[in-house]
């Protein structure tokens, strides 16, 4: 199975811009739909944004549409989350999950998951 990597979270201001790689390895990974959940603390995992292998669909919260962007290039194995207008209540571990079933946006769709990356938004 494709394994993920995430990377480019960190600290920023409210109203500032982050980018989220998500590099894969392994198996091909235009087999594989590909989405970002987040976990703030103390609550649980949320979905955030998903994309389909052909990239001709994409669904995002309603928390965060306007201000996200999925995208993924299959030629370099590798999906990105542009994040901006940030707000504190962005604040989570962001992940980035695979799934090679039905695209979906629940936990339950996706079967591959990345480490996290912590996003800080302060005030």
């Known amino acids: 199975q494709v394994q993920l990597v995430e990377s480019g979270g960190g600290l920023v201001q409210a109203g500032g811009s982050l980018r989220l790689s998500c590099a894969a390895s392994?198996?091909?990974?235009?087999?594989?739909?590909m989405g970002w959940f987040r976990q703030a603390p103390g609550k649980e995992r949320e979905f955030v944004a998903a994309?389909?292998?052909?990239?001709?669909?994409?669904d995002y919260a309603g928390s965060v549409k306007g201000r996200f962007t999925i995208s993924r290039d299959n030629t370099k194995n590798t999906m990105s989350l542009q994040m901006n207008t940030l707000k504190p209540e962005d604040t989570a571990v962001y992940y980035c999950?695979?799934?090679?079933?039905?695209?979906?946006?629940?936990?339950?769709?996706?079967?591959?998951w990345g480490q996290g990356t912590q996003v800080t938004v302060s005030a």
């Open positions: 999950a695979a799934s090679r079933g039905p695209y979906g946006l629940t936990q339950q769709e996706y079967d591959v």
């Open positions: 392994g198996r091909t990974f235009s087999d594989y739909h």
């Open positions: 994309i389909t292998w052909t990239t001709r669909r994409t």
